[in-house]
């Protein structure tokens, strides 16, 4: 599903691989950008999607008047969660198989006076997006989420790495005008509430290493391999 050859996959897993993205810290996007069908190598995150967060009166009301559709769906990554609500994409989880429920009972527990129904129609034109080669949509993808101004910060900050690209956590927190908030920034990534979407997968640690992932370090092995092998 990677498209390389099983070689090169196991080349950018490397540690060494790894270092060396940190000391390049950019590569080109151009094959991430035609494999979801944009023309160029322009920034696919920044163009393609938008963050406005939750308030706190609306949090408050826990989804009162609120309808948010869910789905499951397969993934090169494995088994996703989505819901979204008219706003926009509010959960992305990848799914441990043995607790397929997990998510949804995380989204209820946050949304409890929501209208909570599922249709995996509706959340598929996601997935499509997000996967399909020949997917021409331009439409800014929109999500709609909660955290603290902090998060928000962090989490945008994230939407400036191109695919291929890789950070550490002191480079987000250089970026974002704290050079000494490296802690309380992987602290907000490891709150990423939408994955491969906010790339929090693309942030390592200074020595190259993977680093924590919420989902599973084998998957973000997985995500940055594809990743770097389009790219190049």
């Not at 509010?90 to 607790?99: E, G, H, P, S, W």
């Not at 956590?169 to 979407?197: D, E, Q």
Request: proline fraction near 4%.
């Amino acid at each position: 599903w990677a498209c390389v050859t099983p070689k090169r996959y196991l080349q950018v897993l490397t540690l060494e691989r790894a270092k060396q993205l940190l000391q390049e810290h950019r590569l080109s996007a151009l094959s991430a950008s035609y494999e979801v069908g944009l023309s160029s190598s322009s920034r696919l995150y920044d163009h393609f999607v938008q963050i406005e967060a939750v308030t706190p009166s609306e949090y408050r009301q826990k989804g009162q008047d609120l309808i948010i559709v869910f789905g499951y769906h397969e993934t090169p990554y494995g088994l996703a969660f989505v819901a979204q609500t008219s706003r926009g994409i509010c959960q992305f989880d990848f799914v441990d198989r043995t607790a397929t429920e997990e998510p949804l009972h995380r989204l209820t527990r946050s949304w409890s006076n929501a209208d909570i129904r599922e249709d995996n129609a509706q959340t598929a034109r996601i997935i499509n997006l997000l996967f399909s080669q020949q997917h021409t949509h331009t439409a800014p993808l929109s999500l709609w989420v909660r955290g603290t101004n902090f998060q928000l910060n962090v989490w945008r900050a994230l939407l400036k790495l191109q695919p291929g690209e890789v950070t550490s956590y002191r480079g987000i927190a250089h970026t974002m005008g704290h050079p000494k908030a490296s802690r309380a920034v992987g602290t907000a990534i490891g709150s990423n509430p939408v994955a491969l979407i906010i790339p929090c997968h693309r942030v390592l640690k200074q020595t190259g290493e993977l680093g924590g992932y919420r989902w599973g370090e084998r998957r973000k092995h997985a995500i940055l391999a594809r990743e770097a092998a389009y790219c190049e």
